[in-house]
T-cell receptor, first 113, second 110 residues
Framework: DAGVIQSPRHEVTEMGQEVTLRCKPISGHNSLFWYRQTMMRGLELLIYFNNNVPIDDSGMPEDRFSAKMPNASFSTLKIQPSEPRDSAVYFC???????????FGDGTRLSIL | GQQVMQIPQYQHVQEGEDFTTYCNSSTTLSNIQWYKQRPGGHPVFLIQLVKSGEVKKQKRLTFQFGEAKKNSSLHITATQTTDVGTYFCAATSGTYKYIFGTGTRLKVLA
């Protein structure tokens, strides 16, 4: 069975550019999470969707970040405009429900120059 | 807000030695999960603990949930080079929101 699929795996872009990260959760999972991982701050929850509805976006750093989940099989995380401090590994994870094991994608390694 | 501290931050052990990482919360937890992340990889779910005082084993790994449900530990017996990676606890006080610990990076010397 396919796991959580993220694209791109790597992204290098100049500051000010728009960045879009994509995620396909595991089929049948109704919970989707976006995380950011850095050495300084560890693994941080950015936003949580349940049944395609954003439930908690309190972890989104600022208005430059936005996330959507138009259907059960696709989600995007967008940064516009991007800044060097946004450089990190961004993970998408899905689960069968709350308090269930989370299945992580391979992540997107983002570098903003 | 809820804080999850994990110690130690790093641990280097000789292959065959035991290893333990500890996870401590400032609040009472509903349940706790443990994940392993290999270098360059993504977190992979290991186990979930729910009951006070619960102990679960997976081969050489032993997971424990404290009686007060504020702490947890992961113990690896006779480490192998395949155990290398960062071990994270992820704790929740009852909602969907899991707070990940800072992780313990394990290095096993052959």
């Amino acid at each position: 069975d396919a796991g959580v699929i993220q694209s791109p795996r790597h992204e290098v872009t100049e500051m000010g550019q728009e960045v879009t990260l994509r995620c396909k959760p595991i089929s049948g999972h109704n919970s989707l999470f976006w995380y950011r991982q850095t050495m300084m701050r560890g693994l941080e929850l950015l936003i949580y969707f349940n049944n395609n509805v954003p439930i908690d976006d309190s972890g989104m750093p600022e208005d430059r970040f936005s996330a959507k989940m138009p259907n059960a099989s696709f989600s995007t995380l967008k940064i516009q405009p991007s800044e060097p401090r946004d450089s990190a590994v961004y993970f998408c994870a899905s689960s069968l429900g709350t308090r269930q094991p989370q299945h992580f994608g391979d992540g997107t390694r983002l570098s903003i120059l | 807000g809820q804080q999850v501290m994990q110690i130690p931050q790093y641990q280097h052990v000789q292959e065959g030695e035991d290893f333990t990482t500890y996870c401590n919360s400032s609040t009472t937890l509903s349940n706790i999960q443990w994940y392993k992340q290999r270098p360059g990889g993504h977190p992979v779910f290991l186990i979930q603990l729910v009951k006070s005082g619960e102990v679960k084993k997976q081969k050489r790994l032993t997971f424990q949930f404290g009686e007060a449900k504020k702490n947890s530990s992961l113990h690896i017996t006779a480490t192998q080079t395949t155990d290398v990676g960062t071990y994270f606890c992820a704790a929740t006080s009852g909602t969907y929101k899991y707070i990940f610990g800072t992780g313990t990076r394990l290095k096993v010397l052959a």
